[in-house]
């Protein structure tokens, strides 16, 4: 099963403040949905708290929430306790690609846990206030592609460039 990273990252490598998103690009969450449709999506518990009650869980997705609390519930998710937990209920499923998508501290650990193979990564062509950011990692290791890129318009504050990084 292939372990894919998505997330949309400011220049600073910012990702969210108060428990929210920092930008609206309407596109990129169109990307975000066609791409992880079909998939597990694995989050930790306060970026799911983050998805607007109405759109959650992700519709389409088999939705998997990590966190610390044993005694956390939530409607048509499966509730885990560890990042490998979650991999093995999509690994024990026949999933083909899960999708790690956020917050912080998730891909932080699926990095340091050499977990990930593919990651797409949106780079907001901007730097932002944030309480929330994307792990450094090491560029060197992997191959990255552009799959698109957006300049800002009538529906976008901010440019950004979608790209594909593949683990050599």
Do not use: C
């Not at 609390?69 to 499923?93: F, G, H, P, W």
Request: cysteine-free; aromatic content about 10%.
């Amino acid at each position: 099963m292939q372990v894919s990273i998505i997330a949309a990252v400011a220049a600073n490598r910012a990702i969210g403040k108060d428990n929210d998103l920092i930008w609206k690009l309407p596109d990129d969450l169109k990307f975000f949905r066609n791409t992880t449709m079909g998939h597990y999506v694995i989050m930790g518990r306060m970026n799911y708290e983050s998805i607007p009650h109405k759109w959650r869980p992700l519709d389409g997705r088999a939705n998997v929430i990590i966190t610390r609390q044993k005694d956390y519930t939530a409607e048509q998710v499966d509730v885990v306790n560890s990042l490998e937990e979650a991999l093995e209920i999509a690994r024990n499923n026949k999933e083909e690609e899960a999708f790690v998508i956020g917050g912080g501290q998730i891909y932080q650990l699926a990095l340091e846990l050499d977990l990930v193979d593919v990651m797409y990564l949106t780079h907001v062509h901007e730097e932002f206030e944030a309480d929330v950011f994307f792990p450094e990692f090491d560029e060197s290791k992997w191959t990255k592609e552009i799959i698109a890129e957006h300049p800002i318009d009538e529906r976008h504050k901010h440019a950004f460039t979608i790209f594909k990084y593949i683990r050599k």
